[in-house]
């Protein structure tokens, strides 16, 4: 018996000093992890809706971290913008102007950038501490993958040619996410090259609780340059070169739409800059910036494929559909101020000009969980209407 007391005393004891050394290494890969991620601040701001928003100075840009650019001029406005864009839009519904909840509290000094801070909480979380440390934090994100064991679903008009980007009108809503590792978004996707190897760059809205923290729909980026096997959002690793003063990408959408009420929406266009080659991003009035074209070896000459459109994951959890919404939770058919809905759909062309896309169709996972209609209207220009619930009688 004492034999055995000590053995199992040995025993604790080195489950004891095991589990403190497997913390001591988790909270040392934290740390460095916060380290790289959150820059020296010349002014921290806090938000009403409780986020960080750090103003660092350009001297300390996060691109200087990736070797390709440790000298690297950084291009503060784009050269010119695309030519033939109609920015009526009807009384009912507004552009979600770009002014951040942040801001209120005030603002960044000059030559300095808005970043929204890393927690640590965040970075606790398991599936974001998977993904730092596999340093691939998109499961495979494209509808060409295999639908029978893909996670990820779509509704989306999908265009494919010679292009310099892409514009819509992303209408913002609010979706229901049945677990915190599980999104909803709406977004823009600008991309070139076979799907083993695809680069694209992507922006638009997510709600995803297990990244930010909470369930507001946040502005955000991704992107990848060899087929999703690595790539990141906003600023998770080096690449894409935040310039605006006033804007911080993963902060949250300041207006949404409500059932039968008001509907906002978010002003989105990515195009090649004609002199640098450089993917430039535009929310709104406000030139956010760009992805270096160096990072890519297909985008360079341009885009080959658009998409637009609504994505979640489905988990699966219990082994039913998820009831994650996509889009206001309501079947294209519903229209106005009911279902979600994509306005102003437009490519802009090798002649860096805007036009309706000539030829398009829509993808759909599964019709009966999400679904798409699409149209043409004066005022609108070619718009489509999508999403759904989810999980229902037609959809388990």
Same mark, same amino acid.
């Given at each position: 018996m004492m034999i055995a007391r000590f053995v199992l005393s040995i025993l604790i004891v080195a489950a004891i000093v095991s589990g403190s050394e497997f913390s001591d290494t988790r909270d040392a890969k934290v740390e460095k992890i916060l380290k790289k991620l959150n820059k020296p601040a010349l002014k921290s701001i806090k938000s009403p809706d409780g986020d960080i928003i750090d103003c660092v100075h350009m001297n300390n840009h996060p691109i200087y971290d990736h070797p390709l650019f440790k000298n690297y001029t950084i291009q503060m406005k784009p050269s010119s913008y695309p030519k033939g864009k109609n920015n009526e839009s009807s009384d009912k519904e507004k552009q979600s102007v770009v002014t951040q909840l942040w801001t209120v509290n005030g603002k960044c000094p000059k030559n300095s950038i808005p970043i929204r801070r890393?927690?640590?909480? %965040?970075?606790?979380?398991? %599936?974001?501490?998977?993904?730092?440390?596999?340093?691939?934090? /998109? &499961? &495979? /994100? #494209?509808?060409?993958? !295999?639908? !029978? /064991?893909? &996670? #990820? %679903?779509?509704?989306? &008009?999908?265009?494919?040619?010679?292009? #310099?980007g892409a514009h819509a009108d992303i209408n913002v809503w609010k979706p229901f996410v049945q677990t915190p590792k599980e999104f909803s978004l709406a977004q823009m996707w600008v991309m070139a090259g076979p799907f083993s190897e695809v680069n694209s760059v992507e922006a638009g809205w997510q709600v995803y609780q297990d990244r930010y923290g909470d369930d507001n729909p946040r502005y955000f980026i991704f992107w990848t340059a060899d087929g999703y096997h690595s790539g990141c959002y906003n600023l998770d690793c080096q690449g894409f070169v935040p310039v605006s003063q006033k804007f911080a990408l993963g902060a949250a959408v300041s207006n949404v739409s409500t059932f039968d009420g008001q509907q906002y929406h978010i002003s989105t266009t990515i195009w090649k800059d004609p002199n640098s080659g450089n993917w430039w991003l535009k929310f709104g009035d406000e030139f956010v910036g760009y992805w270096p074209s160096i990072l890519f070896n297909h985008l360079k000459d341009g885009a080959t494929e658009i998409q637009w459109g609504g994505e979640i994951i489905n988990f699966k959890d219990g082994a039913l559909h998820t009831t994650t919404r996509m889009g206001s939770g309501h079947f294209a058919e519903s229209g106005y101020q009911k279902a979600s809905y994509f306005k102003d759909v437009e490519i802009i062309d090798e002649r860096d000009i805007h036009s309706s896309p000539k030829e398009g169709y829509s993808y759909m996972t599964q019709e009966s969980c999400y679904n798409i209609r699409s149209g043409y209207a004066k005022v609108w220009g070619v718009y489509f209407y999508y999403g759904g619930p989810g999980r229902n009688l037609n959809c388990k």
């Open positions: 890393t927690r640590r909480k %965040e970075i606790l979380r398991t %599936e974001y501490m998977q993904r730092y440390d596999k340093k691939n934090p /998109n &499961i &495979i /994100n #494209h509808p060409k993958a !295999s639908t !029978s /064991n893909s &996670i #990820h %679903e779509y509704a989306q &008009i999908q265009a494919k040619g010679k292009f #310099h």
